[in-house]
T-cell receptor
């Protein structure tokens, strides 16, 4: 089966940089995605890595190392609105099936 | 463009009652998914569909049934609700870019909050 591990909570200061790590065990790995979810809201897609390396989208970057079964999400210039839960998710089994981690709750403090 | 629409948004059931949750998407996506989200447990896949008329089991399928009679709709049924099925249910749909690196980018509905007493 699939399993993903990410920290349950992270606290960071407004304007700073924070990294959220994700390690996974899966068969038939295709890619690693990141989603953001505000309290009471729905998850929204942030970033995807199918190949090793860094993907950058504005203040957000995501990294993947397939050989280490490891990835991270990097958030720069943190804003209060970035306070949310962040989920890593792996695509596997012909990339039709997606398995989510348990999420990291990020609190941004002034 | 509505995206993914879930109905109802809230529902309270008594143990043993049945109900159907409806998910509709207007993006012509091939793939649709039903997840449940419980506190501290992330999203767990219940069932999914890779096309009209097809369904497959996810991680936690017991107690649920699904149907995909039309491409745009994916129904989740609870035949005999139990308190353990109290949760927030999310539907998602996705497509694959089909070129370069394959992706599975999921678009979520707003969720259905279900309480079973």
């Amino acid at each position: 089966g699939q399993s993903l591990e990410q920290p349950s909570e992270v606290t960071a200061v407004e304007g700073a940089i924070v990294q959220i790590n994700c390690t996974y065990q899966t068969s038939g790995f295709y890619g690693l995605s990141w989603y953001q979810q505000h309290d009471g809201g729905a998850p929204t897609f942030l970033s995807y890595n199918g190949l090793d390396g860094l993907e950058e989208t504005g203040r957000f970057s995501s990294f993947l190392s397939r050989s280490d079964s490891y990835g991270y999400l990097l958030l720069q210039e943190l804003q209060m609105k970035d306070s949310a839960s962040y989920f890593c998710a792996v695509s596997s089994g012909g990339y039709q099936k997606v398995t989510f981690g348990t999420g990291t709750k990020l609190q941004v403090i002034p | 463009n509505a995206g993914v629409t879930q109905t109802p948004k809230f529902r309270v059931l008594k143990t043993g009652q049945s109900m159907t949750l409806l998910c509709a998407q207007d993006m012509n996506h091939e793939y649709m998914y039903w997840y449940r989200q419980d506190p501290g447990m992330g999203l767990r896949l219940i069932h999914y569909s890779v096309g009209e008329g097809t369904t497959a089991k996810g991680e936690v399928p017991d107690g649920y049934n699904v149907s995909r009679l039309k491409k745009q709709n994916f129904l989740l049924g609870l035949e005999s609700a139990a308190p353990s099925q109290t949760s927030v249910y999310f539907c998602a749909s996705s497509f694959h870019t089909g070129s370069g690196v394959a992706k599975n980018i999921q678009y979520f509905g707003a969720g259905t909050r279900l309480s079973v007493l």
